[in-house]
């Protein structure tokens, strides 16, 4: 399992979503502008989402996408297992000698990725959103009126 930049992207992506659960849908024009990530990325990013069931569009005006499941029921492992869906493919590709150092390699890799994917699995959408939450409330606090929808500061 690899924290690659396209699994960070999406996972900031899911939070803007998360933040704002029980709002209008929030379309991908507008997380582009908040997060400053291109708009034909995100949508390569929730082409995956949304064929894992991580996300639901909703269609018409007023449209745009919400997640497909509460915060709490979404692991990060989950975000980063639909964006990283490449390394199967990797995999078949590769062949390796038995009893080879690159064998050992692999095997430790994989043993590292499991261990990271188990750590991944263990914290939930809601956990970062909550954090997130944490961070703003000790922050100063600014003279601007918040608006109705929330949005993280882009990273």
Same mark, same amino acid.
């Given at each position: 399992m690899k924290?690659?930049?396209k699994?960070?992207?999406? #996972?900031?992506?899911?939070?803007?979503?998360?933040?704002?659960?029980n709002k209008?849908?929030?379309t991908?024009a $507008?997380?582009?502008?908040?997060?400053? #990530?291109?708009?034909?990325?995100?949508?390569q990013?929730?082409?995956?989402?949304?064929?894992r069931?991580?996300v639901r569009?909703?269609?018409?005006?007023g449209g745009?996408y919400?997640?497909a499941k509460?915060?709490s $029921?979404?692991? #990060?492992a989950s975000i980063?297992?639909a964006?990283?869906?490449?390394?199967?493919?990797?995999?078949?590709n590769?062949? #390796? %000698?038995?009893?080879?150092?690159? %064998?050992v390699?692999?095997?430790m890799?994989d043993?590292?990725?499991q261990?990271?994917?188990?750590?991944?699995?263990s914290i939930?959408?809601?956990?970062?959103?909550n $954090?997130y939450?944490?961070?703003q409330?000790e922050a100063?606090?600014?003279?601007?009126m %918040?608006?109705?929808?929330?949005?993280?500061?882009?990273?």
């Amino acid at each position: 399992m690899k924290l690659s930049t396209k699994a960070r992207y999406a #996972i900031t992506a899911m939070m803007e979503l998360a933040l704002n659960e029980n709002k209008k849908p929030i379309t991908l024009a $507008d997380i582009s502008e908040y997060q400053k #990530i291109s708009l034909s990325y995100l949508e390569q990013l929730f082409a995956k989402l949304r064929a894992r069931g991580l996300v639901r569009g909703v269609r018409g005006p007023g449209g745009g996408y919400h997640l497909a499941k509460s915060a709490s $029921d979404l692991s #990060i492992a989950s975000i980063v297992a639909a964006i990283n869906d490449e390394k199967s493919k990797h995999d078949a590709n590769m062949v #390796i %000698e038995q009893g080879s150092e690159q %064998e050992v390699l692999e095997s430790m890799w994989d043993n590292l990725s499991q261990k990271m994917y188990g750590f991944l699995e263990s914290i939930s959408l809601q956990d970062l959103v909550n $954090d997130y939450n944490l961070q703003q409330s000790e922050a100063p606090a600014s003279n601007s009126m %918040e608006t109705p929808t929330r949005h993280m500061a882009s990273f």
